[in-house]
């Protein structure tokens, strides 16, 4: 089991950033792909970015990309999303999943077992 808490979040203007932290406890040692979701409201779950564990494959939504960042301290067991240049079409709650033994980073949600409590995102015009 990976139990995983998220903290940052929040209200944000146009064009403001913010940054998540995604902390991982559990049976962490096995290693484990980090990917960050988010849903708006009467929207699907959707893929924001993946990472998996040693960091040599990422992949970013194409609606995030050059704005967003996704990273990780494994020493910290710790992912982070950096999000810069934040857009009204962004708010949503935001989740960051786990999966262990996962050598990918998919987009599938479907694909991770473990999962924050989700924090609220919202970009105000």
């Known amino acids: 089991q990976v139990q995983l808490v998220e903290s940052g979040g929040g209200l944000v203007q146009v064009g403001g950033s913010l940054r998540f932290s995604c902390a991982a406890s559990g049976r962490t040692g096995s290693g484990y792909a980090m990917g960050w979701f988010r849903q708006a409201p009467g929207k699907e779950c959707e893929f924001v970015a993946g990472l998996n564990w040693s960091g040599g494959i990422i992949r970013y939504d194409d609606s995030v990309k050059g704005r967003f960042t996704i990273s990780r301290d494994n020493t910290k067991n710790t992912g982070y999303l950096q999000m810069n240049s934040l857009k009204p079409e962004d708010t949503a709650v935001y989740y960051c999943?786990?999966?262990?033994?996962?050598?990918?980073?998919?987009?599938?949600?479907?694909?991770?077992?473990?999962w924050g409590q989700g924090t609220q995102v919202t970009v105000s015009s």
């Open positions: 999943a786990a999966e262990l033994l996962y050598q990918d980073a998919g987009r599938d949600p479907g694909r991770y077992s473990y």
